[in-house]
């Protein structure tokens, strides 16, 4: 699913992120400037050095979260590749102030779902009925 970046008029400072085709009310995800952008590259193995960059792994933070540890992958076909690579030069590091209000875990994991679905298995991590099939 490609990418929509957007700004949000109640955080005017911030660029929203999503994959739907609107940010959940309360449950946005921001692009986060304090952390690297990781590039993927490709040179008969992927590494993060050598080759033509083909993917990003993208932070996001999400608003009622003080200090993000999610991203996102964005692939080169994405109409906002280059523009990602763009920001993040011109934008980090930086600083990032507490969130106004916090959310539980729980309510941030369910949020990354519903906005990034292709993402959101990579941060699942394995459930119990994973553990219990490999013993």
């Known amino acids: 699913m490609p990418l929509l970046l957007m700004k949000l ?5 911030e660029i929203a992120a999503t994959q739907r085709g609107e940010c959940l009310e ?13 590039r993927e ?11 033509p960059v083909l993917a990003l792994h993208v932070p996001v933070i999400h608003q009622g979260e003080a200090v993000g540890r ?3 992958a964005v692939e080169r ?6 523009e990602l690579q763009r ?5 980090h590091p930086a600083r990032r ?3 106004a209000v916090t959310i539980d875990e729980a309510q941030m994991a369910a949020d990354f779902a519903a906005q990034f679905p292709d993402d959101a298995a990579r941060w699942a991590g ?3 009925e994973d553990e219990a099939a490999s013993q």
Do not use: C, K, Q
Not at 9 to 13: N, S
């Open 26 to 38: 309360g449950g946005a995800f921001f692009l986060d400037f304090t952390r690297p952008l990781r």
């Open 70 to 72: 999610r991203s996102i």
């Open 77 to 82: 076909a994405d109409p906002y590749f280059r």
């Open 126 to 128: 394995p459930g119990p």
């Open 87 to 91: 920001l993040w030069a011109t934008r």
């Open 41 to 51: 590259r490709w040179f008969l193995v992927w590494n993060g050095r050598i080759g």
């Open 97 to 99: 102030g507490m969130p």
């Open 9 to 13: 008029g109640a955080h005017p400072e």
